[in-house]
C-alpha cells in the first residue's frame, strides 16, 4: 500500500523533526502532543530548522512554504484517525506509549500502519496490546533528524512483509537509509552506542576524567562529532536512563547497570539541552560543565 498521510504523535526533539522530514517528502502530516505549547514549540523549532536549510541553499523558499502549510497541529489524538501511518514519537516510557496506543486503536482505519520511534522498548509487546501486531512496527530515527541518514527498522514476532516493504518505501522516499534490527532491547544502534555514554558517567562518576577531558578525549581521539558526555545532553539524559533499564531489564545483566550519577541528573531534572542543564549548563553564552 501506499502511505500518503502521516500522523506523528509527540511534538519533542524527535516528534518535531520527524514532522519537518515527512512535510518536505510530500506526506501530510497530523501532529499531536498532549500539550498546546509543546505543539508550538515544536512548530516554532520546525519553522527555525526549515529557514536554516533554505539559508543553506537546502531547500528553496517553496518548499519550506509548502512543507509547513503540509503539517496540521492538534491536542486531540482521535484527529489521527484518518491517517495510513502513525509514528509515535511520545517521551520514553512504556505506560505511556501504550496508553496512546490504546487510545487511538478505536478511531483507526483497519489499513493503517502503527509504528513507534522508541529507543530501545519491545516492539513485540507494544504491538500485543493493540488490535493490529501484524501491522505494527519499530519506525527508530535517529537524532538530529533532519540531518541523520539512518532510519532503524524493527519488526514484532508478527509483522508482516506489507508493513515492512511500506515502512521501507517511506525511508527511501525520505531519501534515508535503513539498517534492519531484531526485536531485541535497544536494537542495535542504543545496544552499541548507549553503554558507551553510560561508561563516559561512570568515568566521570569514578573521577578517572572530568567533563571537559572526557569530552575533548572521546572528540579528538577517536574523532566522534560530539563527546559523549555532550552527546547524552543533546539526547536527554532520562532517555539515556530510560534506555540503560530496558538493557538492564531486559538482558538481565550488571554490564547494563545505569551509573547512579546519571540517575541524579535525572532525579535533579537536570535532563540537558531540553531543560538547560545537564552534564553542561546551556543557560549561558556557551555551555559550561557542570563537574
Ligand atoms: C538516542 C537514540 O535513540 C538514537 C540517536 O539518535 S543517538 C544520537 C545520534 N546522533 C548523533 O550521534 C549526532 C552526533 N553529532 C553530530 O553528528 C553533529 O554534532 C551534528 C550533526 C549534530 C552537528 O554538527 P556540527 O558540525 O557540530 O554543527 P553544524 O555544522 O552547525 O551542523 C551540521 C549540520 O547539521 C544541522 N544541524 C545541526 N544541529 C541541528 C539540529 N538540532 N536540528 C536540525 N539540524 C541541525 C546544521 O544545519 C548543518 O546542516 P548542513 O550540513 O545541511 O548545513
Ligand atoms: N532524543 C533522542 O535522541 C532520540 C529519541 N528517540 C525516541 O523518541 C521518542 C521521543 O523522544 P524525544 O523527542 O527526545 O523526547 P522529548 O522529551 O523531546 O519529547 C517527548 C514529547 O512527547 C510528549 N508526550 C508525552 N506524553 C504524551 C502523550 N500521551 N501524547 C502525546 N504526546 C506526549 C511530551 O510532552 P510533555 O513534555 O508535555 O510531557 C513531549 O512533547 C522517545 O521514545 C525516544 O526514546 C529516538 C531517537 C533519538
Wanted: with cysteine; hydrophobic share 40%; proline share 5%.
Amino acid at each position: 500500500m501506499e502511505i500518503r498521510t502521516v500522523g506523528v504523535v509527540g511534538a519533542g526533539q524527535m516528534g518535531n523533526g520527524i514532522a519537518h522530514v515527512m512535510a518536505l517528502a510530500g506526506y501530510d502530516v497530523m501532529l499531536n502532543d498532549i500539550s498546546q505549547d509543546m505543539l508550538e514549540k515544536g512548530l516554532a523549532k520546525i519553522h527555525s530548522n526549515l529557514e536554516r536549510q533554505v539559508s543553506r541553499d537546502k531547500i528553496s523558499a517553496d518548499d519550506m512554504k509548502a512543507a509547513m502549510a503540509r503539517i496540521k497541529p492538534t491536542v486531540q489524538l482521535p484527529d489521527l484517525g484518518q491517517v495510513d501511518l502513525v509514528i509515535e514519537s511520545a517521551t520514553e516510557r512504556e505506560a505511556v506509549k501504550q496508553s496512546i496506543f490504546e487510545q487511538l486503536v478505536p478511531h483507526l482505519e483497519p489499513h493503517t500502519i502503527l509504528t513507534s520511534n522508541t529507543s530501545s522498548i519491545s516492539i513485540t509487546r507494544l504491538a500485543s496490546g493493540t488490535d493490529r501486531p501484524e501491522k505494527f512496527m519499530g519506525f527508530h530515527f535517529m537524532n538530529p533528524v533532519p540531518i541523520m541518514q539512518l532510519v532503524e527498522l524493527i519488526r514484532g514476532i508478527a509483522t508482516d512483509q506489507e508493513t515492512f516493504q511500506a515502512c521501507s518505501a517511506v525511508v527511501e522516499k525520505l531519501g534515508k537509509t535503513s539498517a534492519t534490527s531484531e526485536d531485541f532491547p535497544a536494537f542495535i544502534v542504543n545496544r552499541i552506542l548507549m553503554p558507551m555514554i553510560n561508561e563516559a558517567v561512570y568515568t566521570l562518576y569514578e573521577g578517572v576524567g572530568n567533563v571537559t577531558s572526557i569530552d575533548v578525549s572521546m572528540k579528538l581521539g577517536t574523532n566522534h562529532p560530539m563527546g559523549p558526555l555532550e552527546l547524552a545532553d543533546f539526547i536527554g539524559l532520562d532517555t539515556c536512563l530510560a534506555i540503560m533499564n530496558v538493557l538492564h531489564d531486559g538482558l538481565a545483566d550488571t554490564k547494563y547497570r545505569p551509573c547512579p550519577l546519571l540517575t541524579k541528573y535525572v532525579e535533579a531534572g537536570w535532563l540537558g539541552r531540553k531543560t538547560g542543564r545537564g552534564f553542561y549548563d546551556y543557560r549561558g553564552e556557551t555551555p559550561v560543565p557542570t563537574r
